[in-house]
């Protein structure tokens, strides 16, 4: 009987240490670096041998103990198992799907450049980052509009891959507990533009870089130009929301005065 007894401590205590290398596996997966693919696969390839043990251990103490509690352990460790090995299944694949897109993107690119000006080499293009400041929002959507989002050849999943890479700061923080997964991608699209396009908040943001911009103190042939430039690009914005900018001008001076 004491036999018996320190076998089964001994199998519960390699259990535990199983699980500990499931739960580490776990935060591994929370871990931005978590998307590079080999040290995926390598890790992945270390937890199906770890179920292997775990499911010949668990067998042992199942016949030393018939107790519910012992079915109970292995059913969770079976649900907790299968979820994180589907993450991986669904991260490889959408690592090898964004490479493949990549891939196809570039070599269109190419092909088409070459047809048209052999003779050029041009840089592929880049989605620009968006970090939730208001000022980048129209030139971030348009361009993202343009090369992915109503992209056809991109599946959601891969889109949705794009997307995550393009943002950062707050913009990242609106979708970060969202799976990354074909049937959450217009989710999260829909997330981001309820947020960012906002007219009124477009303009009102234009308008007040407007009035935020520093004057010129002393003659400078370059901060005039620099000046200039703002104004003018701030104005054009305000322009392309279909706002009169030299209103938006009176009307924050008239508030500001009153």
């Known amino acids: 009987m004491a036999g018996d007894n320190n076998e ?10 199983i699980k500990g290398q499931l739960t580490r596996f ?24 770890a ?4 499911d010949a251990i668990q067998n042992n103490i199942e016949i030393l103990d018939v107790s519910n509690e012992q ?23 959408g690592n090898n799907a964004l490479a493949q897109s990549r891939q196809l993107i570039q ?22 980052t968006f970090t939730g400041k208001f000022d980048d929002w129209v030139t971030f959507h348009d361009i993202y509009c343009a090369m992915i989002h109503t992209n056809n050849c991109l599946s959601d999943i891969q889109k949705f891959y794009y997307l995550r890479n393009a943002l950062e700061g707050e913009a990242t923080s609106l979708i970060k507990n969202l799976e990354t997964s074909s049937s ?30 520093e004057p010129i103190n002393k003659e400078s042939a370059i901060k005039l130009k620099q000046l200039t430039d703002s104004l003018n690009g701030h104005m054009q914005a305000l322009n392309a929301l279909n706002h009169d900018p030299y209103n938006c001008i009176v009307i924050t001076c008239y508030l500001h005065e009153t």
């Not at 999260?188 to 007040?208: C, E, G, P, S």
């Open 8 to 17: 089964l401590a001994a199998f519960v205590l390699r259990r535990g240490q």
């Open 26 to 49: 776990q935060t591994f997966l929370d871990d931005p670096k978590s998307n590079v693919t080999t040290q995926l696969r390598l890790r992945a390839e270390k937890i199906r041998e």
């Open 51 to 54: 179920w292997s043990e775990f």
């Open 71 to 93: 079915v109970q352990y292995r059913s969770t460790f079976e649900d907790l198992y299968y979820d994180l090995m589907s993450k991986v299944d669904d991260r490889l694949e």
């Open 107 to 128: 070599a269109d690119q190419s092909e088409k450049t070459s047809h048209k000006f052999s003779f050029v080499k041009l840089q592929p293009l880049e989605i620009p």
């Open 184 to 213: 959450n991608y217009e989710i999260a699209w829909k997330i981001i533009t309820t947020r960012y396009n906002n007219t009124r908040m477009l303009i009102q943001t234009h308008t007040k870089r407007i009035f935020d911009l």
